[in-house]
């Protein structure tokens, strides 16, 4: 069973950065297409950034493009989101997740991700 633990969240305020980070269990991390998604309150979870396991395929939801930046060291078995130029509506859990397969295909589909994070706190007040 793979794990993920995400960390990096917190309190910033609006125009500040953090950069999240997922520390996976296992080696097949590496081989894995990996997302980040997040869920604010009282409102569905969404994709924020998908990158492939072989870091040549990334997306981007269109709220977070030219702020946020997906990337991962699959020597440390990490994933991480640098966040900069944080706004208000960013407050939300973000969770990172894990889909196997070696295509990209559709990075949105919440289905295909097999394993979950808990997820970490990100506030970003006004």
């Known amino acids: 069973q793979v794990q993920l633990v995400e960390s990096g969240g917190g309190l910033v305020q609006a125009g500040g950065s953090l950069r999240l980070s997922c520390a996976a269990s296992e080696r097949t991390f590496t081989y894995s297409n990996m997302g980040w998604f997040r869920q604010a309150p009282g409102k569905e979870r969404e994709i924020v950034a998908a990158?492939?396991?072989?870091?040549?395929?990334?997306y981007y939801a269109d709220s977070v493009k030219g702020r946020f930046s997906i990337f991962r060291e699959n020597l440390k078995n990490t994933l991480y989101l640098k966040m900069n130029s944080l706004k208000p509506e960013d407050t939300a859990v973000f969770y990172c997740?894990?889909?196997?397969?070696?295509?990209?295909?559709?990075?949105?589909?919440?289905?295909?991700?097999?394993?979950w994070g808990q997820g970490t706190q990100v506030t970003v007040s006004s």
């Open positions: 990158i492939a396991w072989t870091g040549s395929r990334i």
């Open positions: 997740a894990s889909r196997g397969g070696s295509a990209f295909g559709d990075p949105t589909r919440q289905s295909d991700y097999r394993h």
